[in-house]
Every structure is written in structure tokens, then in C-alpha cells.
């Protein structure tokens, strides 16, 4: 049975609300993991996990847990890429779904990013979440999640 697994500390609040409203409709287990506190909605599908305060310790706690047919969201590439390896399905904040064939061009894509700012480069952040990345991230949830009831 499917369970979606949240990489909580950076996702915006509109999609979590997006998260529990499905979650609720569609009866799937959801578990939020952070390393500082989060109110979640009291239901028996939603779950909170607070994890210790460093670098990457949600990220493995989700892939401590993720198993194969699993839905993470997460708009952090090497936990998207490691739930891939798990046969987990990947999907950001923005919508965009991380696939076996799409999840090595952006982690390449990141560490070059990565390099050029520790090289002093200002690549600057991620634009502001737009209506359409809400409306993308909302499509994706609801073809994952009829394709899990069927």
C-alpha cells in the first residue's frame, strides 16, 4: 500500500495542505519527517516523525523508511534520487516528478550548480512557488494516487 513520506523542513505550506487534504480523501498513510516541530492535523493518516538537528538526518530517515511503490516529496535531489534506487516514486514541491531517466541530469545539474556557488558565483535561489507549480504539484498527486487504487 502506498504511503507518501514528506521531506517536511522545506516544503511551503500550501503543498503540505495539498498533502493532508489528499491524504484525508484518499485514505493514505502520511508521514511528515522534520527536525523541528510541525502541527499536523489531527487524523489517522497523517504522522509527524521529529528527527535530530543536522545535516541530511531527515533525508535518511526517510530512506530508512521509504520502501518500493512509495511516494516522496521532497525538493532535495539526492534523497529524490535515493528513494529512485528504492523504487520509490520522487516528486517536488513544483511538480516536477523525478524519474529513473530524468534523476541523473539533475543531480549533475545541482553539483554544477553546487560548484559554482562554492566558487564564489551567485546562481542565486529558486523562484517564488507559483500557482502553476501548485496546479503541477496537485496533477502529479492525483494521477500517483488513482494509479496506486488501481
Not at 47 to 59: K, M, R
Request: aromatic share 6%; net charge negative.
Amino acid at each position: 500500500m502506498l504511503k507518501i513520506w514528506v521531506d517536511a523542513d522545506a516544503c511551503p505550506v500550501v503543498i503540505k495542505d495539498i498533502l493532508f487534504r489528499a491524504a484525508e480523501r484518499a485514505g493514505i498513510t502520511t508521514t511528515l519527517v522534520a527536525n523541528q516541530f510541525l502541527r499536523v492535523p489531527k487524523s489517522q493518516y497523517i504522522h509527524f516523525v521529529q528527527v535530530e538537528s543536522g545535516f541530511d538526518i531527515a533525508d535518511n530517515e526517510i530512506v530508512r523508511r521509504v520502501e518500493a511503490g512509495d511516494l516522496v516529496i521532497t525538493s532535495d535531489i539526492p534523497l529524490a534520487a535515493e528513494a529512485i534506487e528504492k523504487g520509490a516514486v520522487a516528486l517536488s514541491p513544483r511538480g516536477e516528478l523525478h524519474t529513473k531517466e530524468n534523476i541523473g541530469a539533475r543531480l549533475n545539474m545541482r553539483d554544477f550548480l553546487d560548484t559554482m556557488r562554492s566558487s564564489g558565483l551567485d546562481t542565486g535561489g529558486p523562484p517564488p512557488l507559483s500557482q502553476n507549480d501548485r496546479q503541477s504539484f496537485a496533477n502529479h498527486l492525483d494521477r500517483i494516487l488513482a494509479q496506486a487504487k488501481s
